[in-house]
């Protein structure tokens, strides 16, 4: 049936049929179509929603989601076919009976889902299906190439290529720009992929943005990392690794991760941009993804050997992430804090000590150092001006101002103090709950809004000094952070008071 193509502004891949003409074709909500492009004969396949007011008799609705494979325009004339379900739907059901994927049925799952054959609902079923049956290391090695192998790849002919990464979690996690001009400025290659904050006060790639763009080609990443010798750039710009990203997006309503799908997940990124050796912290802790130690080096193990498959070599750093790295929290306060310990100044212990290990892992991995001296060696970089350099030469590289200075980074206007109830040492901190003050008073879409950390586990403070100072670019930001910060309790000092309940009957 040739019908009339309109767009809608919507990233879903869909196609909106009038029920009349979806009668006519003989598809029901859900089912697929193949829709064929008359100008240029370009075809695909697509799920289809049906509308009786959205999409009159006669013309076909795509979403723009749909159209990055069709590339038609609107007004294009379009054939539209019934099509036949995907094998790939079986093999889902076959690992929500409890089955093993094989290397092609995985392979045509990835195929469909990343050419948006599969509906929303069917690529939900496989997550899910993978997140209760889980996924065997030969089916986590088969996902990792098949996520490799749905984008574009990048190889140098320089070795080693050198990445990192954290399981995350922690707040205030911006090692990454140190570590980065750290290894760059060691003499190796090391192209970082970074993403943005989803339920954190900022991701990597949001904290880089405040200082350069993020968003280049794989071909420009490639070419940039060859003349800085390192990038921190967004991953979602690229189309590395993009059947990850539709993963990604899909398990996040329903807030699961799934052991095998994140292990696949890091290394496919690892292994896309053409790196053959990794460093990976896995923090654990109150409030990290990862509960204790003993699960800690399961991970690590089970990174290390899909690695060997991959042909990466791997090692995992346990750390500790009970508190925030440093004591800053949102996108300028924590760009500014990395900036000062880059030039020089006095930092945060845990922000120095655990960058200088991560990049020390590195140098030692790759022969920079010898056993046991890569966190001297990265932290004999920094004091140097060397690693402070390289920040700069990748800052310019990736087109932002390279003569940037960390005080050159403006905190929000609105400010509110949190001073201690009580005289005493700091016993805890609740880590989901800073994030949580940190992204009510706006982070990381305001940069300016965030929370500097006054005092940390051990520290004593007197009654009436602060906690903790919130940021904010917006005054009804700052009044939610408040309130959020009121009812949270973020930072316990021994001896307070947490709750009073009394029977009032």
Same mark, same amino acid.
């Given at each position: ?6 767009? %809608? ?5 869909? %196609? ?21 492009? %008359? ?200 189309? %590395? ?265």
């Amino acid at each position: 049936m040739n019908l009339i193509l309109d767009m %809608i502004d919507i990233s879903t891949p869909v %196609i909106l049929l009038n029920d009349t003409d979806a009668r006519k074709i003989g598809v029901l909500e859900g089912d697929r179509v193949t829709i064929t492009r %008359i100008k240029t004969k370009h075809t695909i396949t697509a799920p289809v929603s049906i509308t009786k007011t959205l999409t009159s008799q006669g013309t076909a609705t795509v979403s723009l989601g749909t159209n990055e494979n069709l590339v038609a325009e609107k007004g294009d004339e379009i054939e539209i076919r019934a099509a036949l379900r995907p094998a790939s739907i079986a093999f889902i059901r076959k690992k929500m009976d409890g089955g093993k994927f094989t290397r092609e049925e995985t392979a045509a799952i990835i195929s469909d889902l990343s050419s948006n054959v599969l509906s929303p609902s069917e690529i939900t079923a496989y997550i899910t299906a993978a997140y209760i049956n889980g996924l065997d290391m030969d089916e986590v090695e088969y996902l990792t190439r098949e996520m490799v192998a749905s984008g574009e790849q990048i190889t140098f002919s320089k070795k080693p290529v050198v990445d990192k990464h954290s399981i995350g979690g922690v707040p205030g996690n911006k090692i990454t720009l140190l570590v980065v001009p750290v290894i760059a400025a060691a003499g190796l290659l090391i192209p970082k992929t970074s993403s943005r904050a989803i339920t954190g006060a900022g991701g990597t790639a949001d904290l880089m943005e405040a200082l350069a763009p993020v968003a280049f080609s794989a071909a420009e990443i490639k070419l940039m990392t060859e003349k800085a010798g390192g990038v921190i750039v967004w991953g979602g710009a690229t189309n %590395i690794a993009p059947a990850d990203d539709i993963i990604v997006t899909y398990e996040y309503p329903l807030k699961i991760d799934a052991r095998g799908q994140m292990l696949a997940s890091i290394m496919a990124k690892k292994m896309a941009v053409g790196s053959d050796t990794c460093v990976i912290d896995i923090p654990i802790g109150p409030g990290t993804k990862i509960a204790d130690e003993i699960e800690g080096r399961v991970i690590a193990n089970e990174l290390i050997t899909l690695g060997n498959r991959i042909g990466i070599r791997v090692e995992c750093a346990i750390t500790y992430g009970g508190s925030p790295i440093g004591r800053n929290i949102g996108v300028n306060l924590e760009v500014s804090e990395a900036l000062s310990i880059l030039e020089g100044k006095q930092g945060a212990n845990s922000l120095v000590q655990k960058s200088v290990a991560i990049a020390g892992i590195a140098l030692e991995m790759t022969g920079k150092t010898g056993a046991g001296s890569g966190a001297e060696a990265a932290h004999d970089l920094i004091k140097k001006g060397k690693a402070l350099k390289k920040m700069l030469d990748i800052i310019d590289i990736q087109g932002g101002d390279p003569k940037i200075k960390s005080t050159d980074f403006p905190t929000g206007d609105h400010t509110f103090i949190v001073p201690s109830a009580s005289d005493g040492y700091v016993v805890s901190i609740k880590n989901q709950a800073l994030i949580t003050i940190a992204r009510a008073a706006g982070s990381p879409i305001d940069h300016g809004a965030g929370l500097h950390l006054h005092k940390k586990p051990g520290e004593y403070v007197k009654r009436g000094e602060p906690l903790l100072t919130i940021y904010a670019e917006r005054g009804w930001r700052l009044t939610r952070a408040i309130e959020e910060a009121r009812t949270s309790h973020p930072v316990l000092v021994e001896g307070m008071l947490l709750e009073r309940i009394s029977n009032n009957r």
